[in-house]
């Protein structure tokens, strides 16, 4: 990981966390570390004046690996066939325009910028496989969620009411699947779906289980809570895709409020909450409902979201949401792919466009912009296209300039359906984010959420990963030149990591290892040891293959990075 | 010795595994077998791929993923055409799932939830004989307790012995699997068929077939290579894949290939996650191209395109149609396998390497794209090594040989 | 006679297979072609016979077996394997796949003898 040190000199460096707002400063890096000061003559002098110096990107939600990704590969050719990465020295070849193959999504992914992309949705099960592919994508730091809701050794913890052995089940499972973070989708809903049936309220009984998405919603927030996990619950809520749904969103934060404790830290984070954000009773009566969300987000400071938004281009919707999708497929008629996973979750995938002209995806491309506008802490609400499905990750730059320009989101409203900006008051929106506040909603935020205490800043002991763009922040102005700082934004002059420069204006100069962070979270032995005998026993009842051969170990990541916390149980 | 817990075909792997091995690296010159050194065949494997103009990488019927990652870089690296088994087992099946989508499960989902089972040119009695009891109508589950709580369809030109089993049973006539999927979604979707009878079967059993798809909690189709491999292949497969996704309509069903080889489906995953594609890629322009009929192997044997070939745990020589197969025999080969086959006996090369899954750990997935690690039980017999290890040196020479 | 040719797994050709492809007990396996016993019949074949499987693209003599899965009458089946790769269609009408089953065949009774693995391949091989 080390290479020779690296010094950046003169960049306008945004540091956020560290209270750096566009200050002219040098960053030294020593073994792949930020450190205070390196000596000039053992050092690799980068001249970054008159550019943005910034900590490397940190994506928190984008679905990049995994048994659904590779189904959405496998049913995606036409659209590999007009995006694909050339062989070079030292870089593999790769393909796909919204559903890369795995190299080329670490070089695209580095040549932005970006240096540490988490998948945030993986079935136990075949989470092996999810691992294969995190392995072979190079440079990035990377962690997968495993899909827990409605899990059935979770459902049946959760519904005897045993929190305490739900979490140290939870405890084995990061630890048998190298997880990092709890993920919850549509729970209850899975389940449900497990018979083509949907759950529509929060307390609709799971069938079959004496559960309600409710009660998984708060036993796993509980257990989240027990184990100290560095990231909050990660929920893809209840009724997602559909009009009138915000009232469903808000119930969902508002079902752990109580569970909150006086830490002051979120304890639940919705994802890609343009989803979840629609008014109206039908597609025809579709609107925006974000402000409503944004203001319950404002009050509420145990909440975070991700945008997942939406741009005018294809896409590819792949979920865990089972019922969703097939939803999606009935009203698009486009091809439809589902794979359900014994005892845990599904998956679903439909291609997709959003189209300018179509008033429903001009109103859902405005929902996510006013979500980001109308929620005052930049510190909660992160910058994502839930990749692929509201659009690819490749298209970032597009989403910043958004947020950064007013006159850029006056363009695109300019070929939008006429009826839609009816429905939305982002036309009425005057903010602009500044250089400061996309920091933090790509990176700063992100990595503090995900608690990744090395990520996201450029403060002495911070991972050496650094991101300089072509743009001076001092002469240029975004909201002007939208389009300057778009362009600049997609190719950085140097991206580096650990200390290794790793692209240089669009070039892979190289392919470190990346890490792969999981957590352990021992919990008290007795605890552990009866769960553990439990969990045996009922195995094979449930899945088909033996327990011995579900859990993986070190040696199947390329570089596995624990993290160990210190449950309260 | 014995073996426990292993069907028929298990029990013969574990306990002949060690019978007809191929001794050792062997160069073939004038028709003359001579056995030699690992690093001569080394040398000589990569001299053979590294001169040709459009090799060929195929096989991986029986290997780990492992291996098969490695033997991609080696296929990138000098521009060949990498095919794996599936090009001639299910790779229909994967072009018509490219058209219209898949609505599948594993196979723990069909043991708790499937009251009716349906296979569809397919024989596990034969191919998988532990199928019908892990996972099928014999299987217990949470929620069905076994053959009485399901119903089991078989639809097949032959009596089989797993139609014999069946509550119901179809025989059609060969090659007309296409109009009897689409006479059944007609039925579905409430369209009048106005013919007697359909791929020799009366209109009014079909019909019945049709209400106990319809009729049923959870119904899971099965799937061979009758379908993938009679005039029609994909569009069989297409037929068979859109009527399950039209019963959704009606009910929760599900359809599964039922694959052969125990890792053919890990080279489609490997594939896939590598190169967009599932099979037959084409690397001679510096990135995968895709397209069956041009860019995969059998088809680029038939047209004389390959100058050189490396085959990896497959025996082609004895499957492939005997026009291919001959047109296989004209060019240098280079051969790993464990055994002795007809492919290794015509190869210029043949490095005999380890037994995946007795011999050597290695990622294999199963049907339902559940990933296992297969276990090393025993050594290999001295000097021999993995595929994957053989794979990487050759890629290591060639690397220093090619331009 | 003509039949309808398709080619598939056996039991004991998957099992075979594993025991080693030069094996007298595989081409016991799969050097076969399962009949109809009617059609059977109807060939007229003596004990001990054999019979010649003849498609559009090759030819073969395998063992005749009464089928076990019959009634299929015109219905011909044989294991994979090298000996019914000499009568498969190599054509894959651009999908990759040639034609394996479904194929058009005649079937005539011989006293020709089964041909071994490596008869089936000298002349063949450079």
Known sequence: ???????????????????????????????????????????????????????????????????????????????????????????????????????????????????????????????????????????????????????????????????????????????????????????????????????????????????????????????????????????????????????????????????????GKPIIHITHCQFNSYGGESWLTLTSEAETVAKYVNRNSYVTIDLGQPIFADATTMTADGPFQY????????????????????????????????????????????????????????????HPNAGPFTAYPRVIAWLMSRRAREATMKGLHPMAMKRCILPSLDREYDFSEMVIITRAGTAKALGLKEKGHLGIGAHGDVAIYPLNPKSLDPSKDYKALRKGLRRTAYTIKGGIIVARDGTITAQPIGRTYWVKAPVRKELSQTVLKDVRARFRDYYTIQFENYALDDRHLALSAPIIVNPEV | MGVRNACALGTSKFLGYNHGRLPSPVIRVGGEARPVSLEEAIERAAEILSKANYPAVYGFGSTSVEAITAALELAEGIGALADNVSTICHGPSLEAVQDIGEVTCTLGVVRHRADLIVYWGSNPVYSHPRHMIRYGPMAEGRFRKGRADRKLVVVDVRKTPTARLADFFLQIKPGTDYEVLSALRAYIKEIDLEVEEVGGIRIERIEELGELMMGCQFGVLFFGLGLTMSPGRHR???????????LNAWTKFAIVPMRGHFNVEGANAAFTWET???????????????????????????????????????????????????????????????????????????????????????????????????????????????????????????????? | MEVILITGRSLSQGREKEGGKLSEAYRRAVAICELDPEDLEALGIKEGENVRVRTDFGSIVVKPIPSPQAPHRGVAFMPYGPWASMVMNSETHGTGMPTLKGLRATIEPTKEPVASLKELYSGRLR
């Open chain 1, 327 to 386: 939803s999606l497929h009935l009203l698009t008629g486009a091809k439809w792919a589902n794979a359900d996973v014994e005892a845990e979750t599904s998956a679903g995938i439909v291609p997709i466009r959003f189209r300018k002209r179509n008033r429903t995806n001009a109103i859902q491309w405005a929902i996510g912009l006013e979500l980001a506008l109308l929620i005052k802490d930049p510190w909660r609400v992160y910058l994502t296209t839930d």
């Open chain 2, 276 to 403: 967009g594609y599932p099979f037959g890629v084409d690397f001679s322009h510096g990135y995968p191209r895709y397209n069956p009929g041009e860019t995969t192997f059998v088809d680029a044997l038939n047209r004389g395109e390959c100058d050189a070939a490396l085959i990896v745990a497959s025996d082609p020589i004895s499957h492939l149609p005997k026009d291919s197969a001959d047109k296989l025999m004209e060019i240098p080969t280079v051969v790993l396998d464990p055994h002795i086959t007809p492919t290794t006996l015509v190869a210029h090369v043949a490095i005999p390497t380890a037994h995946v899954g007795i011999e050597a750990q290695g990622t294999a997935y199963r049907m339902d794209g559940v990933p296992l690690e297969l276990k090393k039980l025993v050594d290999p017999p001295p000097g021999i090594l993995t595929d994957e290890e053989v794979l990487r040196r050759i890629g290591r020479v060639v690397l220093g040989v090619s331009p």
């Open chain 1, 1 to 263: 990981m080390e290479g020779k040190a690296v010094l950046i000199k003169n960049g306008y460096v945004y540091d956020p966390l560290n209270n750096i707002h566009g200050d002219r400063m040098d960053i030294a890096i020593k073994d792949g570390m930020i450190v205070e000061d390196v000596r000039e003559s053992e050092a690799l002098i980068i001249d970054a004046r008159d550019m943005l110096v910034v900590p490397g990107g940190v994506d928190i939600h984008s679905h990049i690996a995994g048994s659904k990704v590779n189904l959405g590969r496998l049913m995606r050719p036409e659209d590999h066939r007009r995006d694909y990465e050339p062989r070079a020295p030292g870089k593999r070849s790769g393909v796909g325009h919204t559903v890369p193959s795995t190299f080329a999504t670490g070089y695209r992914y580095a040549r932005m910028g970006y240096t540490t992309v988490f998948e945030p949705a993986s079935p136990p099960l075949k989470q092996r496989h999810t691992h294969h592919e995190l392995n072979e994508i190079p440079i990035l730091d990377k962690a997968c969620f495993p899909l827990v809701g409605d899990n059935w050794f979770v459902l049946d913890y959760l519904s005897r009411g045993d929190v305490e052995g739900c979490a140290a089940y939870i405890a084995w499972l990061l630890e048998a699947t190298k997880g990092y973070a709890l993920k919850i989708v549509n729970p209850g809903g899975i389940e449900a779906w497990g018979w083509g049936r949907n759950v529509a309220s929060l307390d609709d009984q799971v069938p079959y289980f004496r559960i309600t998405p409710r009660e998984i919603l708060r036993g796993l927030c509980r257990v989240n809570r027990l184990l100290r996990l560095p990231h909050t619950i990660h929920v893809h809520a209840n009724g997602i895709g559909m009009p009138g749904n915000y009232r469903l969103v808000i119930e969902t934060m508002e079902a752990v409020r109580d569970l909150e404790g006086c830490h």
């Open chain 2, 236 to 246: 069989n497969v297409e037929a068979a894949l859109a009527l399950v996704r039209d």
